[in-house]
């Protein structure tokens, strides 16, 4: 079955600087990369999510990337502000809307 | 608001006993799904349900049972809690295509096993 891995597991990162989160994955066939924003004491909700025939999707200040051929993507935070703190799942699915195997999750905290 | 709800929301058990977490949406989706969530693990799928009358395991369905009693309806059952299933568990549902690839995850369901 499919193996999603993600790094790093904690990220501090000062206001207004960019964030990285990087997720590997190990089944070829997945072909859909979402990305979960968990507040304190929230439950996961949707930020950006790409498909396999696209490379890169922004949305304001967060982008996704995606290189099928290493297995790999990530998710770029610009301008990091506190409210950005949270816990961020990435995840891979064969086919939208089929189940997800999730990574361990990255802590980022946004230091004022 | 359409909406993913779990009952309870805590619940605090001995080794032994027999749990059941329920789980409800008005959203009216087809899918729905259980999740564990431990620190550091992510989130790892125990069953998920695409109706009614479809149950399939996930990764870790061991020591797990569901139930789909209706559309909106998802119950998992923990026949004989040990304390290893302590975790916060999380239902979800989604509805592709026509509602979007996202999975709507329910507030969550604190179980501590003793």
């Known amino acids: 079955g499919e193996n999603v891995e993600q790094h790093p597991s904690t990220l501090s990162v000062q206001e207004g600087d960019s964030a990285v989160i990087k997720c590997t994955y190990s089944?070829?066939?997945?072909?859909?990369f979402p990305w979960y924003k968990q507040e304190l004491g929230k439950r996961p909700q949707l930020i950006i999510d790409?498909?396999?025939?696209?490379g890169e999707k922004k949305d304001q200040r967060i982008a996704v990337t995606l290189n099928k051929t290493a297995k790999h993507f990530s998710l770029h935070i610009t301008e990091t502000q506190p409210e950005d703190s949270a816990v961020y799942f990435c995840a891979a699915s064969l086919n939208a809307g089929n189940m997800l195997t999730f990574g361990g999750g990255t802590r980022l905290m946004v230091k004022p | 608001d359409a909406d993913v709800t779990q009952t309870p929301r805590n619940r605090i058990t001995k080794t032994g006993k027999r749990i059941m977490l329920e789980c409800s949406q008005t959203?009216?989706?087809?899918?729905m799904y259980w999740y564990r969530q431990d620190p550091g693990l992510g989130l790892r799928l125990i069953y998920y349900s695409f109706d009614v009358k479809d149950i399939n395991k996930g990764e870790i369905s061991d020591g797990y049972s569901v139930s789909r009693q209706a559309q909106a309806k998802f119950s998992l059952s923990l026949e004989s809690a040990i304390p290893n299933q302590t975790a916060l568990y999380f239902c979800?549902?989604?509805?592709?295509?026509?509602?979007?690839?996202?999975?709507?995850f329910g507030p969550g369901t604190r179980l501590t096993v003793l």
């Open positions: 790409i498909r396999s025939n696209v």
């Open positions: 979800a549902t989604s509805d592709p295509p026509l509602g979007g690839n996202e999975q709507f």
């Open positions: 089944d070829s066939a997945s072909n859909y």
């Open positions: 959203k009216g989706h087809d899918r």
